[in-house]
């Protein structure tokens, strides 16, 4: 019988698979390491290895043997062959991540497609007839170089997925919501083939009153409300309905509730036809349909990432002169701090701390944000009006984006009291907390299509709402960097902002 799902552990396979202790509780502070990043990162460095070891090797030729190396002449074998190696090593699944942790398996698939592109290139080069152009000692220290570093890649890559194992991060957690026959053939085939990293954090049904306290070995831990209210704390990677065919009104309900979850939502094999189905995939041996996909998985968030880093270095270098001004003006006008901390969401419905140029004297400030600026407020200094009409007040969040609590660009980040007409806005407006799957942004598709400002209507509330779920089902490096342009111009004629 498998572990209680309430102990948030992994089995003792896949820690004894690793080398590891057993996985502690991964949460929001402890993000997972996505697999996809690992074997494209593997097939990256091993790519690279033959192309650092012919540079290598030919710079050993001509220094230490004294012999003339023509360095152009030895990039085409070296390139050729990271080619040619990397396509062998993907037939020979050596990038299937649990090959990664087999050292045998990688072994031999290096083995073979080393000697299978050797044997290839020496055949073109006598085909072509230029093997006598190339050196047979830069050759040796060239292979050797090569299956050195090839090595080494993966014992440090299984030193990593051990420690990685052993904190939790390469492990999915799962929730299963249903506590039928269903749900009970998911469990049963969860870890038939093996599969040791996945974490079955609890069971989840409305009717829990009616329900055992533990089905199968794993703990019914309550209702879909009380799931959402796990997924606050836990880094959940997937959320799995397990309900019959038949069920279909009640899995559209939980398909639209568990849609503001920022998890992979997944439908066990059953109910195929009204819903979405992005695709298939497997959770160990379990088949599932893919409903939704949490936005920016693998290699998507850590460009998104690295946009931020980059581009958020060098536009705080940039402004800092200019910061240091309006800080000083803030002073000279008014007595109070420089910077205004507020609360605002952040990912996942998570409260940040969003820092913005104090805009307002300080004991007229509004730090809940429940009253909403107009034009001429009293409140708001002069030195404010010109700072918060050309969104000059903002630029401190560059230190949040730095911090990775905020992006560049993503929906604007709102304070919980915020309304829209006389309703809370996330109570007004249907799929609100569905905007908070990505990091909120300094600005957004919403700003930069003229939905700026203050909040006149539900009708306003809604086509907000409509743009950031616009930005995120849509994301792409280019659509930030349009933005960004665009932002520009809407900063340099300003409307709705006071």
Known sequence: MYEAASDYTGDASRAARFGGDVAPPRTKTRTPVSREVICHSVLLLDALAFVVAGVLAAFLHSHFLNQH???????????????????????????????LCNF??????????????????????????VAEFYSRSWSLMWVAATLFQLILVRLILMRLLKEWSRQGLLTRMIAIVGSGKESRRLLANLHAGGESDVIVVGIFDDCKDRLPPEIAGYKVMGTTDDLISLSRRLLLDEIVIALPLHAQKRIGRLIEKLRSVPSDLRLSLGSLESFPISGLGKIGQALTIEIV????????????????????????????????????AIRCESVG??????????????????????????????????????????????????LRKFSLDELPQLINVLRGEMSLVGPRPHVPTMKAGHQLYHEAVRGYFARHHLLPGMTGWAQVNNSRGEIASLAAANERVAYDLYYIDHWSVWMDLKIMLLTVRVLLSPKNAY
């Open 293 to 328: 996909d949490r936005p920016l998985k693998n290699w998507a968030g850590v460009t998104k990432c690295i946009e931020d880093k980059v581009i958020g270095s060098l536009l705080l270098i940039v402004c800092a002169p200019v910061m240091a001004l309006i800080a000083l």
């Open 104 to 129: 045998r398996v990688q072994f031999r698939a290096m083995t073979v497609s080393l000697g299978g592109t050797i044997a290839l290139l020496t055949l073109i080069a006598y085909a072509a007839k």
């Open 69 to 99: 190396t023509n360095y152009r002449l030895y990039a085409y074998p070296t390139v050729l062959a990271a080619i040619i190696s990397s396509f062998a090593l993907r037939k020979c699944e050596a990038y299937s991540f649990p090959n």
């Open 337 to 386: 701090p420089v910077l205004f901390v507020q609360s605002r969401f952040g990912f996942n419905n998570k409260l940040i701390s969003v820092l913005k140029f104090r805009t307002m004297y300080t004991d007229l400030g509004d730090r809940s944000g429940a009253r909403c600026t107009v034009p001429n407020d009293p409140r708001v200094t002069r030195v404010g009006r010109i």
